[in-house]
């Protein structure tokens, strides 16, 4: 059967292309190597955060944002210097992108069912000057559902596309390679999988049974990725950030590969920004993995202590939830590839939140009444249970007992227990009065000030060795692998280019594969609530575009 559009990748940039195309009236075939438990991708794992610009729930609750100042935010957070060749396409993409997330994006996703959390979240908060990285106001928008919640109404209408007969979706169908004749791409070939009955993120069988053969008029790639293939990872790490780490454990499940990059780049693709990527420096080993060296990323409010592996503070603005990348560069170029948090309970039960779906059950649930819980003292429950299983927590009543287990954990001696007292106690009365020369601490206040923080996200400051505020706790923090910032390059329309800048003819993308938009929409640095934004942005966008394209 000659299709309309042959679309490579079930995730959320997938869904939404395809959802788009057979709103046009397109027949479109849907491929994914993964059995049908995993529809939607990685972004049903997530906790659903979104950038959104001046909405309603920011001016609720006192936030002034405007376009401008994102757009100022995103720029400093970019930091393109290659603009006149691989950033020229994600520059375009990011200024379409504020726009949108500026403009129609929150009725768009209104309209469809999406409804936000009310307290608006403050991730990436700089800590430089105005025009450097870093969210100016808060603007991480939690969806109501969390990442299954922002599946679902893509789902829907592609299962309802899929009765009426305009969408054939079969999982377990690997495509090998993109067919190509004259110059324009015709379609596909591959392997069909075994049959697989693995939950979602499990890895499943690559057993082959069968090949297959696709005609299409065009074919989009919404592949995802390279987050869950290290060995990738580690051969495009970039100097910059020094050594790539000998251990990582994984953000993404295993079939976040890679693979069609390189099969996209065989068939004429141009990638871009290879040495862009985004991996969290708060990463947990999950104690209930469901993919191999399952990692859970730590949402940390800005009041734990943070040291290197030899006990050493990180400097400003290194705080957690300040500047991922910059932070994960100061850790690699200590040596190694962990790092520690220092604690008390007081601020674990405020200031301690994971992500993704599953980690959040009152979200993902739509549960108010658990929601409202989460205001009692006490860690929330999936908190609790890293707390009392997970392979790196030490949890102590005294200093030297808490300095001992950490070296436990790690079997080495590191870390000096009279030089991190002494670290501590410094902070500690940088406490006693309302003005300090501690940024940290001038940072804890000032998010203070915020009342989202306020309520739910950011503890009374206190001293660390105050017996009251115990036991002290200790986290050891694992690099979490996760996004892929380059990728495939695409003008506005989603069209793949060449490497002399021309499209390929009958070749698009869309999502993760395509660095969110052009081959690097976010340049060096996200903002965050931007990942699943972007495949959302990419698939209407790309989808759009390619429907009028064929009429």
């Known amino acids: 059967m000659n299709y309309d559009v042959i679309v490579v990748g079930a995730g959320l940039a997938g869904l939404v292309a395809t959802a788009e195309l057979a709103d046009a009236g397109k027949n479109v075939l849907l491929l994914d190597q993964e059995p049908e438990a995993s529809l939607g991708g990685q972004a049903w794992w997530s906790f659903g955060g979104l950038f959104l610009v001046d909405s309603p729930e920011q001016r609720r609750i006192g936030i002034k944002d405007s376009r401008e100042l994102a757009w100022q935010d995103w720029l400093g957070a970019a930091g393109w210097d290659r603009e006149n060749d691989e950033d020229y396409w994600g520059k375009k993409w990011a200024e379409a992108y504020v726009d949108f997330a500026s403009g129609e994006k929150r009725k768009w996703l209104y309209d469809m069912g999406v409804r936000f959390f009310p307290v608006v979240g403050w991730a990436e908060r700089g800590g430089y000057l105005a025009e450097g990285h870093g969210n100016s106001v808060p603007r991480f928008h939690i969806v109501w559902g969390t990442g299954p919640g922002l599946v679902k109404p893509f789902e829907d209408r592609v299962r309802k596309a899929i009765a009426n007969g305009l969408i054939d979706y079969r999982p377990r169908h690997r495509v090998n390679e993109l067919r190509k004749e004259h110059g324009t791409i015709v379609g596909v070939r591959g392997d069909v999988l075994v049959p697989s009955s693995a939950a979602r993120g499990e890895a499943s069988s690559r057993e082959v049974v069968g090949d297959f053969e696709f005609d299409g008029q065009a074919v989009m790639v919404t592949s995802g990725g390279i987050g869950g293939n290290h060995e990738l990872i580690r051969k495009n790490w970039p100097a910059r950030l020094g050594a790539a780490p000998k251990n990582m454990i994984s953000g993404v499940p295993d079939h976040v590969d890679g693979r069609m990059l390189a099969i996209t780049e065989r068939a004429g693709g141009r990638i871009v920004n290879r040495d862009r990527m985004w991996h969290y420096t708060e990463g947990i080993n999950n104690w209930n993995p469901v993919w191999p060296m399952h990692g859970i990323r730590i949402l940390p409010g800005p009041s734990s202590l943070w040291l290197d592996a030899t006990g050493k503070r990180f400097s400003a603005p290194n705080f957690p939830g300040f500047d991922t990348l910059g932070t994960l560069e100061a850790i690699m170029k200590t040596g190694y590839d962990y790092s520690w948090f220092i604690l008390t309970q007081k601020i674990i039960e405020k200031e301690f939140a994971l992500s993704g ?27 609790k249970a890293f707390m009392e299983k997970g392979e790196d927590f030490v949890i102590a009543n005294t200093l030297p007992e808490l300095v001992a287990g950490m070296n436990k954990l790690t079997g080495k001696s590191l870390l000096n227990p009279s030089n991190i007292e002494r670290l501590i106690l410094a902070r500690d009365r940088e406490i006693e009065n309302k003005f300090t020369k501690d940024l940290q601490i001038t ?46 390059q695409t003008d506005l329309s989603g069209r793949v280019l060449d490497s002399s800048g021309n499209p390929v003819p009958g070749l698009y993308a869309a999502g993760e594969v395509s660095g969110f938009g052009g081959g690097g929409i976010h340049g060096y640095r996200s903002l965050e609530g931007t990942f699943v934004g972007g495949c959302l942005f990419t698939g209407r966008q790309a989808g759009r575009a390619l429907a009028k394209e064929l009429k």
């Open 357 to 383: 779906s599953e980690q959040n059950p009152d979200l993902t649930g739509k549960s108010i009444k658990k929601v409202l819980a989460r205001v009692l003292p006490g860690p929330t429950a999936p908190v």
């Open 443 to 488: 940072a804890m206040r000032g998010a203070r000030n915020y009342l989202g923080d306020k309520l739910i996200r950011v503890a009374p400051p206190h001293k660390i060795l105050d017996p009251k505020m115990g036991p002290l706790i200790a986290v050891r923090l694992n690099i979490v692998s996760r996004k892929t910032l380059g990728g495939l």
